[in-house]
């Protein structure tokens, strides 16, 4: 019996659509229309769902700020997701990378400021 192939979105988000969502953030920030705070929040989730292929409304909505920071406390970041978090119920952990733990230490720490 051949096993039935699921569908495939033909939408694949790249690297210039990530930017693009970068740019527009920091756009709004300058032109007033988020604070530099929010800026900065929005920038580490688009960040981390692009590494970690996280959707915004299963599990990225339901992860804490104590999750992250917990994560950055230790010498390789690992980020903890537990399985009431995830929507199929699975816990895991994502190793990152420094290009993604740079803002988001930036942002938790409070070093976000005004250039």
Same mark, same amino acid.
């Given at each position: 019996? +051949?096993?039935?192939?699921?569908?495939?979105?033909?939408?694949?988000?790249?690297?210039?659509?990530?930017?693009?969502?970068?740019?527009?953030? %920091?756009?709004?920030?300058?032109?007033? %229309?988020?604070?530099? %705070?929010?800026?900065?929040?929005?920038?580490?989730? +688009?960040? =981390?769902?692009?590494?970690?292929?996280?959707?915004?409304?299963?599990? *990225?909505?339901?992860?804490?700020?104590?999750? =992250?920071?917990?994560?950055?406390?230790?010498?390789?970041? +690992?980020?903890?997701?537990?399985?009431?978090?995830?929507?199929?119920?699975?816990?895991?952990? =994502?190793?990152?990378?420094?290009?993604?733990?740079?803002? *988001?230490?930036?942002?938790?720490?409070? %070093? +976000?400021?005004?250039?």
């Amino acid at each position: 019996m +051949v096993k039935e192939r699921k569908r495939i979105t033909s939408r694949i988000v790249t690297k210039e659509d990530i930017s693009g969502v970068l740019k527009h953030i %920091e756009q709004a920030q300058r032109q007033g %229309e988020i604070d530099l %705070e929010r800026s900065a929040q929005y920038s580490a989730l +688009v960040l =981390f769902g692009a590494h970690t292929g996280q959707r915004s409304e299963a599990t *990225l909505s339901k992860l804490t700020v104590g999750q =992250f920071r917990e994560a950055l406390a230790v010498d390789k970041p +690992v980020l903890k997701v537990d399985s009431s978090q995830d929507e199929v119920r699975m816990s895991h952990t =994502f190793p990152c990378t420094l290009a993604l733990w740079k803002p *988001l230490n930036r942002y938790l720490l409070g %070093e +976000v400021t005004a250039n």
